[in-house]
């Protein structure tokens, strides 16, 4: 996988943000923490910017149940924010969707399958076979 860049943010930490940021770390990714304890609009709209002007090859938002920071991260041109809940969903998200925001809900994911998320979402790259659609996205 080598080295990402990732820009991570969240509106609350938690022990399940501190052990994301932890894990990242300790995989050798450059963490770049944007809108830290800002509102959730905030924090997604930060890290779709940073990812958007090229600050983060990927991003990572987390709010209680992260849609909030997967909708305002999407309103970013460029950003395409997936909000995900197992490791195949996120995988697909790359693979299909050539997602570059992973939202987490805070509520509901275990530190487990945020790190299968993750690595699932950094390890898979986009279909090549998919880039007409998702140049359809905008």
Do not use: Y
């Not at 050798?28 to 509102?39: M, Q, T």
């Not at 890290?47 to 090229?54: N, T, W």
């Not at 938002?61 to 809940?85: D, F, Q, Y």
Request: charged share 30%; aromatic share 4%; hydrophobic share 45%.
């Amino acid at each position: 996988m080598g080295e990402v860049r990732i820009a991570f943010g969240t509106d609350e930490r938690t022990e399940l943000t501190e052990a994301i940021l932890t894990d990242l770390r300790e995989g050798g990714h450059r963490v770049i923490v944007v809108g830290d304890g800002a509102p959730w609009p905030d924090v997604g709209r930060a890290v779709g910017q940073a990812v958007a002007e090229g600050d983060a090859e990927r991003g990572v938002v987390c709010c209680w149940t992260g849609t909030g920071v997967s909708i305002a991260a999407n309103k970013v041109e460029g950003v395409r924010a997936a909000l995900c809940t197992d490791a195949e969903t996120a995988r697909g998200a790359r693979r299909w969707n050539d997602a570059n925001v992973l939202a987490l809900g805070l509520r509901l994911t275990s530190r487990e399958v945020a790190r299968e998320m993750i690595e699932a979402f950094l390890a898979t790259g986009a279909d090549a076979e998919e880039r007409e659609n998702v140049a359809k996205l905008g």
